[in-house]
């Protein structure tokens, strides 16, 4: 969350007596703040870190930049009623879903504007997030992601494979067709790891 003027909550800041600590050389506490032009009242918690040294000469304390030279300020807008320090850790584990972000746009060309027409671009966008999902979905269909603790920090309750990684272990294994006793069969060079593990979705699938 911006430190708009208008939301008034520098002004909290400069008042505030108390902080509760949260980790190490961090503190916060969180506010109600109601925003009239947007007829809405959101819990906001604000942190503040502690840095080194005393401000620079003529340094100005109006808390217009996000440090007044001891301290630097964050804010995190949200519906979640806990404990600052776990809104701290859940807003750091945020890391994954840029994570997903990043995969989209890198694998299946989610942030690509392929043509000049907005339905044609709005289709391909919704092609590659089916995609991503379908990927997903076929790891759990095969039992390729295993389970794993949340934590405050790690909210992912499946350890997925990227699309990089399916695409390179699994789908683009060599392989030829051949006609053993006039049969056709496919026969793909794969290690007996591999090789279980395709007998395994092959049973999931199935089953």
């Known amino acids: 969350m911006p430190m708009w003027d208008w939301l ?12 509760k600590r949260v980790a190490d050389r961090l503190e916060g506490f969180s506010t109600r703040l109601r925003i009239e032009k947007w007829n809405r009242t959101l819990r906001v918690v604000i942190f503040r870190k502690k840095i080194s040294g005393k401000p620079a ?22 519906n979640k009623e806990v404990s600052e320090r776990t809104v701290w850790h859940f807003m750091a584990g945020r890391g994954g879903h840029e994570k997903t972000l990043g995969e989209l746009k890198q694998h299946v060309a989610f942030g690509s504007i392929v043509t000049n027409d907005w339905d044609a671009n709005s289709t391909w966008q919704l092609l590659s997030a089916l995609t991503h999902n379908l990927v997903r979905d076929f790891q759990l269909a095969t039992r390729s992601a295993p389970k794993r603790l949340n934590t405050r920090k790690r ?8 699309l990089r990684t399916v695409r390179f272990t699994l789908l683009s294994l060599p ?10 069969q496919l026969r793909i060079v794969a290690s007996h790891k591999m090789r279980k593990r395709i007998r395994r979705i092959e049973q999931s699938l199935a089953a």
Request: glycine share 8%; hydrophobic share 25%.
């Open 155 to 162: 909210t992912c309750r499946f350890r997925f494979e990227s």
């Open 8 to 19: 008034g909550i520098r002004k909290r800041i400069r008042e505030r007596k108390s902080w």
């Open 175 to 184: 392989g030829r067709v051949c006609r053993p006793n006039g049969r056709h």
């Open 57 to 78: 000469k003529a340094y100005q304390l109006d808390l217009f930049q996000p440090d007044d030279g001891f301290y630097e300020y964050s804010m995190v807008v949200t």
